[in-house]
């Protein structure tokens, strides 16, 4: 163990590398070169890789028959203590491979001492890693699913409501609420195809690359990755120990996804605010103020905005680690981690929270009515309108359009307030039937092109996506 020198070499050499050492690190080396504290989450991958080098090992005739199973057996022993809590991590030990590997040799003596043959740390982290990335996109693509079940069964059940929609934030044309969260279903859709994407090329084994050359002993990489469940083992022994663009690539998707739960996130924000007062959240997914009594703050929303922040920083703080990284391992990978495994914790939860907010969220039929008044929301309906009974070319239809609205903002009213003369005044062959079309409900009901908010499109889309994104 380190003494509390923080310069000088002091205490024993690293049992499992000491050889040539003839004291152990300075307490300040100590502390920076352990990872013992983010990577004993990889323990369960790591026992699992081990068992299946092992028994690899023992069907190659490189370790006896007995040597595999005591192994195994005190493998499964620390698996479990780990579990029940009772493992205690050294972080003089470094990681969470050296914590098991000395465990291994108090449990079965020197047979864990030939458990490393034919492998380093170099491959063993590289799997570890692979394999514990493999176990958190699987549960993340439940997490982004769940987004998206929650999303369409709140735009099933408000296919019609009408609501305004906004370019530039300005009242633009009327939507559907449906028609608007469906946007998002898509959105995200495309994210758990970017992380599917990943997954096949995380999905590669390294385990068998040893420290960077390969190894002259007779392994069989083949049927390890085929009992780890890898599609294959890496064709690369430098590139299998060296590479993490697995790594940046998920961290690229998350921050992907982590963008699109923002802008969720933040139309939520808009959406609460009593300004706009489009929907309600409840207390379950709010908090109140300590200071003004009448608050209901998003918080929940405002976070999942914010988290966005982190991912970008995981995928900017790999992306500066790995540039101009010599072949093969250099220590700088063991930075590696801590940001996906962040990153992955991140999303785990601001999933969450998306899903719970969608579900929560109860849009405000009246607020959105009053909302459809301002901002003369069918003035395209009314060019259209022109065009196709009138027979105006659409730039004349929108200029015309342009001064009937000019009329209203003067008076002070909706389009549908103006009466026909008023409009004849500004365009003849206006008839009444314009009024048909100036309701905010029949120009949603109207927009039935392929992919467009008509309530009849919605309902066919939600039905649609459920099969494309929840049946597999
Ligand atoms: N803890 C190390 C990491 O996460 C394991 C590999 C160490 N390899 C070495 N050659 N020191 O990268």
Redesign the pocket.
């Known amino acids: 163990m380190a003494k509390k020198d923080a310069t000088s070499g002091s205490g024993n050499a690293n049992p499992m590398w000491g050889g040539h050492y003839a004291a152990g690190p300075s307490v300040i080396m100590a502390e920076i070169n352990a ?1 013992i504290d983010v ?1 004993k989450r990889l323990y369960a991958h790591d026992i699992r890789a081990s068992k299946a080098h092992a028994e690899m090992l023992g069907r190659q005739g490189v370790l006896s028959g007995k040597d595999v199973k005591a192994i195994t057996r005190g493998l499964d022993a620390i698996q479990k203590e780990i579990e029940d809590g009772t493992f205690v991590f050294s972080s003089a030990l ?2 969470v ?1 050296m914590n098991i590997e000395a465990s291994l040799k108090e449990k079965i003596g020197d047979a864990a001492g030939r458990l490393h043959t034919a492998r ?3 491959d ?2 590289a799997t570890d890693f692979r394999l514990w990335l493999r176990d958190a996109l699987d549960g993340l693509d439940e997490s982004i699913k769940d987004v998206q079940a929650a999303l369409l069964d709140k735009a099933d059940e408000h296919a019609s409501l009408t609501m305004p929609g906004f370019t530039h934030l300005q009242p633009a044309q009327p939507i559907t609420f449906g028609h608007h969260l469906m946007a998002y279903v898509e959105m995200i859709g495309r994210d758990r195809a970017r992380m599917r994407d990943c997954r096949a090329r995380v999905n590669e084994m390294p385990l068998g690359a040893a ?1 960077l050359a390969g190894t002259s002993f007779p392994i069989d990489r083949a049927s390890v990755a085929k009992e780890l469940g890898f599609e294959k083992p890496m064709e690369n022994s430098l590139d299998a120990v060296s590479s993490r663009d697995f790594a940046l690539e998920f961290l690229a998707a998350a921050t992907v996804l982590g963008v699109h739960l923002s802008r969720l996130a933040e139309e939520i924000v808009i959406w609460a605010s009593p300004s706009f007062g489009f929907i309600k959240l409840s207390e379950a997914f709010t908090s109140g103020s300590s200071i003004m009594p009448q608050k209901r703050n998003p918080d929940a929303a405002e976070l999942v905005r914010a988290k966005t922040g982190r991912l970008l920083g995981a995928f900017s703080a790999l992306t500066v680690i790995m540039k101009g990284l010599p072949l093969a ?1 250099a ?1 700088d ?2 930075e ?2 801590e940001q996906v495994f962040d990153a992955a914790d991140t999303l785990r939860l601001s999933l969450a929270a998306a899903a719970g907010m969608v579900r929560d969220m109860q849009p405000q039929e009246d607020a959105l009515k009053k909302a459809l008044g301002v901002g003369f929301i069918t003035a395209t309906d009314l060019a259209d309108w022109l065009v196709r009974e009138a027979n105006v070319p659409f730039r004349d239809a929108h200029r015309i359009t342009g001064r009937i609205v000019r009329l209203a903002e003067t008076k002070g009213c909706r389009l549908d307030q103006l009466s026909l003369e008023e409009m004849r005044s500004v365009e003849k062959s206006i008839t009444e039937a314009v009024f048909g079309i100036l309701d905010p409900v029949q120009a949603t009901a109207s927009r039935k092109s392929a992919g467009g908010t008509a309530p009849s499109n919605v309902k066919h889309a939600v039905k649609k996506a459920r099969k494309r994104f929840l049946s597999a």
């Open positions: 990872s990577d470094e990681d491979h380093s740390r170099n063993q982290v420290a391992y220590k990978l063991q590696d981690k």
